[in-house]
Nanobody
Framework: QVQLVESGGGLVQPGGSLRLSCAAS????????MGWYRQAPGKQRELVAVIRIGGTTNYADSARGRFTISADNAKNTLYLQMNSLKPEDTAVYYC????????????WGQGTQVTVSS
């Protein structure tokens, strides 16, 4: 099993920045995929960005150019640097781990609230 703990959320003004962190522990397979998802009130959870063990990244259109996903594999920590934040970025942000070779091997963090408001 893998455990994920997010941190770094909070209240920020439009145009501001936040950095989210996700500490992973447990039975992490080498060729895993990790990502950030978010869920706004009344909306479905949506992908923000993913990163593969080799460093390949993918971003949602809403995040591309403003957000940067990165990972420190030695520390088993995932990051999301969010710049130029907008009110529509307000959501609970979740860290996700998955094993692309085993559909039963995945985990979600508890979520961290990001609120963008003046």
């Amino acid at each position: 099993q893998v455990q994920l703990v997010e941190s770094g959320g909070g209240l920020v003004q439009p145009g501001g920045s936040l950095r989210l962190s996700c500490a992973a522990s447990g039975s992490i397979v080498r060729n895993h995929v990790m990502g950030w998802y978010r869920q706004a009130p009344g909306k479905q959870r949506e992908l923000v960005a993913v990163i593969r063990i080799g460093g390949t990244t993918n971003y949602a259109d809403s995040a591309r150019g403003r957000f940067t996903i990165s990972a420190d594999n030695a520390k088993n920590t995932l990051y999301l640097q969010m710049n130029s934040l907008k009110p529509e970025d307000t959501a609970v942000y979740y860290c996700n781990y998955r094993n692309p070779y085993n559909a039963d091997d995945f985990a979600w963090g508890q979520g961290t609230q990001v609120t963008v408001s003046s």
